[in-house]
T-cell receptor, first 118, second 108 residues
Framework: ETGVTQSPTHLIKTRGQQVTLRCSSQSGHNTVSWYQQALGQGPQFIFQYYREEENGRGNFPPRFSGLQFPNYSSELNVNALELDDSALYLC?????????????????FGSGTRLTVV | AQRVTQPEKLLSVFKGAPVELKCNYSYSGSPELFWYVQYSRQRLQLLLRHISRESIKGFTADLNKGETSFHLKKPFAQEEDSAMYYCALSNRAQKLVFGQGTRLTINP
């Protein structure tokens, strides 16, 4: 069973640039969520993808966007990077997500991508 | 509003002493509560979830709906328990809301 893998592990970008982060979900998981973890803070929910569609979004501006592919892997795109976007970006996959009402049995997290915006 | 509060950013105890990491939440409904742990240089991993009522690595956590708390406890701390601990709740939309985390240090 493979876990969640993220790439790249580290990235340095300039303010105003665009970035794409990638995530491969754990085998058997078809739901992927992205979280932003600023230094000294807990992870904050960005959005979730299920069956290639966005299935919930946190309090992040539209310049944060994502994709999910048929193999359940996912991308996080951030446009017009700002200094405050510097953070650890975590991808997490979870067990199949039925219609709302079913319990969450916990996510499997990747190691994250450390993004530094200068 | 959904919120998770971990009042202690840092907690230091001696090996063999009891440990309690506090977690309070606010949520209108029946949330699912989790504890996640991050050991040094490792990824965030699930420690335990309230629906399982399990004990993992000697840790337990009881959901107290009256006090809206989900404190993590261990009767005898071990050095390998030193890590960052995050309490989190999950709503029906399946997203996780995390607390700020508590860094637990076990002194020899």
């Amino acid at each position: 069973e493979t876990g969640v893998t993220q790439s790249p592990t580290h990235l340095i970008k300039t303010r105003g640039q665009q970035v794409t982060l990638r995530c491969s979900s754990q085998s058997g998981h078809n739901t992927v969520s992205w979280y932003q973890q600023a230094l000294g803070q807990g992870p904050q929910f960005i959005f979730q993808y299920y069956r290639e569609e966005e299935n919930g979004r946190g309090n992040f501006p539209p310049r944060f966007s994502g994709l999910q592919f048929p193999n359940y892997s996912s991308e996080l795109n951030v446009n017009a990077l700002e200094l405050d976007d510097s953070a650890l970006y975590l991808c997490a996959s979870s067990s199949p997500l039925p219609p709302t009402g079913r319990r969450n049995y916990g996510y499997t997290f990747g190691s994250g991508t450390r993004l530094t915006v200068v | 509003a959904q919120r998770v509060t971990q009042p202690e950013k840092l907690l230091s105890v001696f090996k063999g002493a009891p440990v309690e990491l506090k977690c309070n939440y606010s949520y209108s409904g029946s949330p699912e509560l989790f504890w996640y742990v991050q050991y040094s240089r490792q990824r965030l991993q699930l420690l335990l979830r309230h629906i399982s009522r399990e004990s993992i690595k000697g840790f337990t956590a009881d959901l107290n709906k009256g006090e809206t708390s989900f404190h993590l406890k261990k009767p005898f701390a071990q050095e390998e328990d030193s890590a960052m601990y995050y309490c989190a709740l999950s709503n029906r939309a399946q997203k996780l809301v995390f607390g700020q985390g508590t860094r637990l240090t076990i002194n020899p």
